[in-house]
C-alpha cells in the first residue's frame, strides 16, 4: 500500500510546461469570448424590454437601457390575473404533457428494442413511416374536433405533442444501452414486464428521460398553435398565446389609432416583443440547470450510440 502511495504522489505534482500552459490559456481564452458572446444576446433582450420605444427607434439596442421605461411590461401586466392564469394553465400541460410523453415514448422504446419481440421491426417501419407522410393539417383539425371532440379541451393541447417519433428514436438508443442480460436474469427470478420496466430499466435511464424530458417541456412550453387552433375561452390560454394574444391587441390597437389619426409613437412595439420573450422564457431559464448534468450526458450518449 506504501509503495503504490509513494508511486501515484509524484502524479500529483507534475509541473506543466510552458506550451500546455499556453495552450490551457488559449482554450480558456476562447471558452470565455464565446460564453460572452452568446450572453450578448440575453442581455441585449433584457435591456430592450426596459427601453423606450422611441428610444428604441431611434437609438436601436444597447447593453444598457438609453431610456429606461417599464411600459411594455405595464401592457403586459395590465390585468395581472390573465398573466398568472396563463402561467397556471402552461405550466399544467408542461407537467402533464411532460410526464405523459416520457411515460408513452420510454414504454414504446422499451417494447421495439426488446431482441424476444417478434413484431419489433415492424412496429419500428410503421413508427418511421409517418415521419415521411402524415395525414396534414385538416384531417388532424377534423379528427380532433369532429372525433374526439377536443374543442375548447386542455386534452387538445397536450395531445398533440404527446408523441414524436424523433424522441422515441433517441429513447430506443438510450434503452439499446441497457444489457439485455440485466432483464433475463430479472425475467428468470420471477420478475414481471412492468417491475422489469419500472424497477430496472427506468432506473437506469436518467440521462435520457432527462433529455427527452426537456425536449417535450419546451416543446408544450412553447406551443401556442394548437391553443390558436382549438381553444376558445381565454381563461384556457396558454401563456405563448395569451401574449401572442396580447400583442395582435395592440397592433391593432395601433393600427386603428393610425387610421383615426391619433399619435401613437410611444406605444411599445419591438420592446413589447422582448418583454414577452422576457416572459416566456424565464421559467425555463431557471429549470435549465438543475437538468443541464443529465442532459448533456444524454446528448453525449446519444451521439456515440446513435
Not at 411594455?72 to 404533457?97: C, D, E, H, Q, W
Not at 419481440?117 to 407522410?133: D, M
Not at 388532424?140 to 375548447?152: A, E, N
Request: with cysteine; aromatic share 16%; net charge positive.
Amino acid at each position: 500500500m506504501a509503495k503504490t502511495q509513494e508511486i501515484q504522489a509524484p502524479a500529483h505534482k507534475i509541473k506543466l510546461s510552458t506550451s500546455s500552459k499556453v495552450f490551457y490559456v488559449i482554450c480558456y481564452t476562447v471558452v470565455l469570448l464565446v460564453a460572452i458572446i452568446c450572453l450578448i444576446p440575453f442581455l441585449l433582450l433584457i435591456s430592450g424590454s426596459f427601453t423606450s420605444e422611441q428610444w428604441i427607434r431611434f437609438h436601436g439596442l444597447g447593453l444598457i437601457p438609453g431610456e429606461f421605461s417599464t411600459e411594455a411590461y405595464n401592457i403586459i401586466f395590465k390585468t395581472p390575473m390573465r398573466i398568472v392564469r396563463a402561467y397556471g394553465v402552461s405550466f399544467l400541460i408542461t407537467g402533464v404533457g411532460t410526464v405523459l410523453g416520457l411515460f408513452i415514448t420510454t414504454l414504446t422504446a422499451y417494447v421495439i428494442s426488446r431482441k424476444d419481440f417478434k413484431y419489433r421491426n415492424a412496429l419500428s417501419f410503421f413508427f418511421y413511416f409517418t415521419t415521411l407522410f402524415n395525414g396534414g393539417m385538416v384531417s388532424t383539425y377534423i379528427y380532433y374536433i369532429q372525433y374526439l371532440h377536443l374543442k375548447d379541451s386542455f386534452w387538445a393541447l397536450i395531445l398533440p405533442g404527446m408523441f414524436n417519433v424523433f424522441y422515441l428514436l433517441i429513447m430506443r438508443t438510450f434503452v439499446t444501452s441497457v444489457p439485455f442480460a440485466l432483464i433475463e436474469s430479472a425475467k428468470l427470478d420471477g420478475a414481471g414486464e412492468w417491475r422489469i420496466f419500472f424497477q430496472i430499466v427506468l432506473p437506469l435511464l436518467k440521462s435520457g428521460l432527462a433529455t427527452i424530458g426537456l425536449f417535450l417541456a419546451l416543446g408544450y412550453w412553447n406551443d401556442w398553435y394548437n391553443a390558436m387552433l382549438y381553444m376558445n375561452t381565454e381563461t384556457k390560454y396558454p401563456l405563448q398565446y395569451m401574449l401572442y394574444a396580447i400583442q395582435q391587441q395592440t397592433q391593432a390597437l395601433a393600427q386603428i389609432a393610425s387610421q383615426a389619426g391619433i399619435q401613437v409613437q410611444n406605444l411599445p412595439s419591438t420592446s413589447l416583443k422582448l418583454a414577452m420573450a422576457v416572459v416566456a422564457t424565464g421559467p425555463i431559464v431557471i429549470l435549465y440547470p438543475f437538468v443541464q448534468k443529465y442532459f448533456i450526458a444524454g446528448i453525449t450518449i446519444g451521439s456515440v450510440k446513435g
